[in-house]
């Protein structure tokens, strides 16, 4: 045991191998936090109401079944689960009144047309004869029968309107509706009896073809209703 003379002996040495561990001895890295990975932000999820501007909380009974009607005959089938119509059904389910101030039936034709686009896309049937004449470019704006169909609106008047409309309701054997080349016809030649000036009529020929290409279209599209009326007699 050592004496009490050589304790402040030992204590300095104590002291100066203490300070020569502490410079030996690395220093530990310090520790970083493990953040987890960021990835991309999940993009918010699009649904068919969103993508047709279809606001569902002003969808009632009335709406859904328009829209279910539409599709389902642009599709040629049932519109499945994730179509615009399944969600307008589902949606007037909880408000079956809809809203006070609803979407015009153009509105809900053109998005359930445009959604039937989608539908058949993604599932890849094949289009009835109606889709065939969809198109949707890329401002989501349905094309119009004449626009379909090649026909310059602005140089139908009158005549060529008359002849239009003759051809159609020849070939369709009623009054072409509302929405048909022969209907566009008479609307343009209200506005320009003549047709627009310096703007070139459309030649008879054309007219009269693209008139039994539209009855064609018009007559596909009410095939269904046509069927689901016999069957109702039955």
Avoid: C, W
């Amino acid at each position: 045991m050592p004496t009490s003379s050589n304790a402040p002996f030992l204590e300095k040495a104590a002291y100066i191998d203490a300070v020569r561990i502490l410079q030996d001895t690395e220093p530990l890295p310090p520790v970083e936090p493990q953040l987890p990975a960021l990835g991309p932000p999940t993009p918010p999820r699009t649904t068919a109401s969103t993508t047709a501007s279809i606001d569902l909380d002003s969808i009632g009974e009335e709406e859904a079944r328009k829209i279910v009607s539409e599709e389902h005959r642009a599709l040629g089938y049932r519109p499945p689960d994730g179509s615009l119509a399944a969600q307008a059904q589902a949606a007037a389910a909880r408000h079956p009144a809809g809203s006070l101030i609803p979407p015009t039936e153009k509105a809900l034709a053109e998005a359930a047309e445009a959604d039937a686009v989608r539908v058949a896309g993604e599932l890849g049937g094949q289009p009835s004869y109606k889709m065939q004449h969809v198109s949707v470019p890329g401002n989501g704006r349905l094309q119009s029968a004449a626009e379909t169909l090649g026909i310059d609106l602005r140089g139908v008047g009158k005549n060529e309107a008359n002849l239009v409309m003759s051809e159609e309701h020849s070939e369709l054997g009623y009054r072409p509706p509302a929405g048909s080349l022969a209907a566009e016809a008479q609307s343009a030649a209200v506005h320009h009896p003549q047709g627009e000036p310096g703007v070139e009529h459309p030649d008879p020929i054309t007219l009269v073809e693209a008139a039994r290409e539209d009855a064609q279209r018009v007559a596909a599209e009410r095939e269904p209703d046509t069927i689901t009326r016999k069957a109702q007699k039955l």
